[in-house]
């Protein structure tokens, strides 16, 4: 069945259940989003990349909705990433261009337009996206919510409320939801069942998961992964990218991976919920992230690069319209999940948004797909980065005395070249060498284009100043 089948037959399709067995009156999918922090694409065992096993339900997903092999941020940081998935908006656009900005609360949001399409939006996990970010971590005001208006139990900034095995979030009035000696991913999955049974409407529903793990503990700086895996991944496998790279990997990478495998099963345990109220079949389940992680091998934190490890995240989508059993290879980003999410909804995706929907490339439609990814840096750098399916092309504004990130600049230098090709986890930077000078000056050219297409004036980008003749 073809997307447009599938569209024109929805209001004949299978009925959503209210949470007592119910039919409903709406048969439009409900639609739950998983967002694991930090999680990096290859730590999937259906990417083929790493041999540990750590994601049996995920991979039994992919087999039955779309695996999108290339999925990509558009900047490398929580808040302003989270903000693009939900705006389908460059942080030019949104204003969201680092941590501890609020996004607008007059931005239209997917909740936003759902909630206007008769669905209920609803939100547990964590937020990020309201004023003030660790200096103001818990209960988020109604306005700053991003149009997830009913149900909502979330803290701004979880790893400020909570520790692995303990802390407290807020729910819509602002009061406070503690746990204790339950994990904090178990605690999450566990309000999202409950909200599963009881809390839905004849109405469909979107229902955002939002998860710290897979992100250390800011104040630990370590992975708290489920007291059964602590111990479980000693040794582990090393992916290619961090092995001859001095960093964290040595000391976090085995309780890193105990923290995917806890991801893991909650989402196995989401699954488990869905067919249990008889709503399976009629939902749309969406698995990502907001960024990856380098462990301190780029930088001297976990992400804010332009490499894979920071940049390429997990995208899986099934239920109505995804079950494919396809894998997807060019390139998609953040910025297309929102316009995904209401195609695949039989909403009509507003100009607002700057992305674009997915859905023609399940059904191979594939030549006015542009195949490469815009991607921001402005925190630790302030950069653009194209991201094509050979290259890597990063171009930073110089650091100055007393350098703070800033959100734009009007003259960049090039800093990193990638041929993905030949050495896909970018251990040889080819910037300025003589012999990509040619596809330099291409990539020049697109990046310009791209960042005036994402909302900002035309910079000047001067060549590599060190080449290598």
């Not at 209960?139 to 919510?145: H, L």
């Not at 991976?257 to 969406?286: H, M, P, R, S, W």
């Not at 091998?297 to 490890?309: A, D, F, I, L």
Request: glycine fraction near 8%.
């Amino acid at each position: 069945m073809t997307r447009r089948d599938w569209l024109g037959t929805a209001s004949a399709g299978a009925a959503a259940f209210t949470g007592q067995g119910q039919p409903a009156a709406a048969t439009k999918p409900n639609i739950v989003l998983i967002i694991s922090d930090q999680f990096r694409a290859d730590n999937l065992g259906c990417m083929g990349t790493n041999p540990m096993n750590l994601t049996p339900n995920l991979d039994t997903m992919a087999r039955r909705g779309t695996l999108f092999r290339s999925a990509c941020v558009n900047q490398p940081v929580c808040a302003p990433a989270r903000a693009t998935m939900f705006t389908s908006q460059y942080p030019e656009k949104h204003g969201v261009w680092k941590n501890e900005i609020a996004l607008d609360p007059k931005a239209a949001t997917v909740a936003s337009i759902l909630r206007n399409e008769g669905y209920t939006a609803n939100y547990i996990g964590k937020w990020h996206l309201a004023p003030d970010g660790s200096k103001s971590p818990g209960a988020v005001p109604i306005e700053y919510r991003g149009g997830f208006r009913d149900f909502w139990e979330a803290s701004n900034a979880l790893e400020f409320t909570s520790h692995g095995y303990e802390g407290e979030m807020f729910d819509g009035d602002g009061k406070p939801i503690r746990f204790s000696d339950q994990y904090r991913v178990d605690f999450l999955t566990d309000r999202a069942v409950r909200f599963l049974k009881e809390k839905r409407t004849a109405a469909p529903f979107f229902l955002t998961i939002s998860y710290l793990e897979t992100h250390h503990q800011n104040d630990l700086d370590t992975y708290q992964p489920p007291r059964k895996y602590a111990d479980k991944y000693r040794n582990p496998f090393v992916p290619q990218d961090l092995r001859p790279l001095p960093g964290s990997w040595p000391s976090q990478l085995a309780d890193y991976y105990g923290c995917v495998k806890g991801i893991d099963d909650a989402v196995g345990t989401l699954l488990a919920a869905l067919k249990e109220q008889g709503i399976f079949d009629n939902t749309i389940v969406v698995f990502t992230s907001d960024h990856g992680c380098h462990f301190k091998t780029r930088n001297t934190e976990y992400k804010r690069s332009p490499h894979e490890s920071s940049i390429h995240i997990p995208l899986i989508i099934a239920g109505p319209g995804f079950n494919r059993a396809l894998q997807i290879s060019e390139l998609v980003s953040q910025i297309d999940l929102a316009p995904t999410l209401l195609e695949g909804a039989g909403v009509m995706i507003p100009a607002s948004m700057q992305g674009r929907s997915v859905l023609p490339l399940l059904d191979r439609r594939i030549t006015e797909w542009r195949n490469e990814v815009y991607i921001g840096m402005r925190e630790f750098v302030t950069g653009r980065v194209l991201r094509t399916p050979q290259w890597t092309y990063a171009v930073a504004a110089p650091k100055g005395s007393g350098w703070k990130p800033v959100e734009r600049s009007n003259r960049y230098v090039e800093y990193m070249l990638y041929d993905l090709y030949a050495d896909p986890f970018q251990h040889t930077n080819l910037a300025g060498r003589v012999e990509t000078r040619e596809v330099a000056q291409m990539l020049r050219g697109r990046l310009l284009q791209r960042i005036v297409e994402a909302g900002d004036p035309q910079p000047e980008i001067e060549p590599a100043w060190f080449p290598y003749v």
